[in-house]
């Protein structure tokens, strides 16, 4: 955290690895939509613990350089992730209430990283 440069590249590292931890989301609804133990199921299933294995890999390294209270702030970015998906995905409806609910995360983080400044 000591050159500006490095702290940019972790942010967007940290944000790479929520939009990456939101996809476990998707893979978990796939595999609940396969037969119990089936090949499809299984695949779907290692999917998801694939994806929190490496998660919480780049969490912890993520944690190295910026604080947690600043990193856990922007974990609210990943429930934005999951509407855009339900929808590209399971053409789920994205509604004004949604839009609104994503705004007031989104100014929260704002609040929690700019109050250290």
């Not at 694939?50 to 600043?70: R, S």
């Not at 990943?78 to 998906?85: A, E, F, P, R, T």
């Not at 004004?96 to 929260?108: H, K, R, S, T």
Request: with cysteine; hydrophobic share 55%.
């Amino acid at each position: 955290m000591k050159r500006p440069a490095v702290k940019g590249k972790v942010f967007l590292a940290l944000q790479l690895s929520l939009l990456f931890s939101s996809l476990s989301g998707v893979a978990s609804k796939m595999a609940a939509k396969q037969p119990f133990l089936s090949l499809p199921f299984c695949f779907y299933y290692g999917l998801v613990l694939l994806i929190m294995v490496g998660y919480a890999f780049v969490w912890q390294q993520i944690l190295h350089y910026l604080p947690l209270t600043f990193a856990y702030a922007n974990k609210g970015v990943s429930l934005v992730w999951g509407m855009i998906w339900g929808a590209l995905f399971f053409q789920e409806k994205i509604t004004w209430n949604m839009i609104l609910g994503a705004v007031v995360i989104f100014f929260g983080i704002y609040l929690v990283v700019t109050s250290d400044e």
